[in-house]
C-alpha cells in the first residue's frame, strides 16, 4: 500500500523539525524554509520559461541547492551536528558570481534603474528575485533572534537574487526587448 501524503500530526497548527522538536507553524524556522520552497517553486517556473540551455541548468542547480538549504533550516540546529544534512559550500556561491560575470560581459551597462516588465518571462524572473529577497530576510529575521542559521544559507541568497536580476537582464538582451528604464518625477 501506497504512503499516504498526509499525516494529520499538523492539524492544530504544530509541526516537527528534522531531529523531532516540534514548533508552531508560525515559527521564524518555517517561515523560512516554507519561503525558500516557494522559492524553488518560482524557479522552476522561470526554468519553464527560458530556452536558454545554459541558464536553465543553473536554475536546475539552484533547485537542487535550495532543497539542500531547506534541509537545513528545517533542522533542530542542537541536534543537526548528529545528524548527517547536507550542506551548502563557497563554491555554491561562487557558482553565481561567475555567470554573472558572464552575463554582465553581454549585456549593456546600466545607466538607470531599470522597471521590471517588458516580457511575461522578465516578469516572472522579477518576481522570482523579489521572493528570493523575502527568504533572505526570513533568514536573517531568524538569525537575528540567535536560531543559527549558517552564513553561507545568507551568502547564497543574497548572490541568488543578484544572479535573478542580471538573468532578467540577460534574457531580455537575448530576446532584444529593451529595458524599461525609471524614469523618476521631479516635479
Not at 549593456?108 to 522579477?126: A, E, R, V, Y
Request: glycine residues 6%.
Amino acid at each position: 500500500m501506497a504512503q499516504k501524503i498526509y499525516t494529520k500530526t499538523g492539524d492544530k497548527g504544530s509541526t516537527s523539525l528534522i531531529g523531532g522538536t516540534k514548533v508552531p507553524k508560525s515559527h521564524l524556522r518555517i517561515e523560512a524554509y516554507g519561503t525558500v520552497d516557494e522559492l524553488s517553486s518560482w524557479i522552476g517556473l522561470c526554468r519553464d520559461l527560458l530556452t536558454d540551455e545554459a541558464a536553465r541548468n543553473i536554475l536546475q542547480e539552484v533547485q537542487d541547492r535550495l532543497f539542500t538549504m531547506n534541509a537545513s533550516l528545517a533542522c533542530d540546529p542542537i541536534k543537526e551536528p548528529k545528524l548527517r544534512i547536507p550542506d551548502l559550500k563557497e563554491e555554491d556561491a561562487t557558482l553565481l558570481e561567475k555567470e554573472i560575470d558572464r552575463m554582465n560581459e553581454v549585456i549593456p551597462p546600466m545607466k538607470s534603474f531599470i522597471l521590471p516588465g517588458g516580457h511575461p518571462t522578465l516578469s516572472q524572473l522579477h518576481v522570482t528575485r523579489c521572493v528570493c529577497r523575502r527568504a533572505e530576510r526570513c533568514c536573517v529575521r531568524l538569525d537575528q533572534e540567535s536560531l543559527e542559521v549558517d552564513g553561507i544559507i545568507l551568502k547564497y541568497l543574497n548572490r541568488l537574487s543578484d544572479y535573478l536580476f542580471v538573468l532578467a537582464r540577460y534574457t531580455g538582451h537575448q530576446m532584444g526587448i529593451e529595458e524599461i528604464p525609471w524614469k523618476p518625477r521631479v516635479n
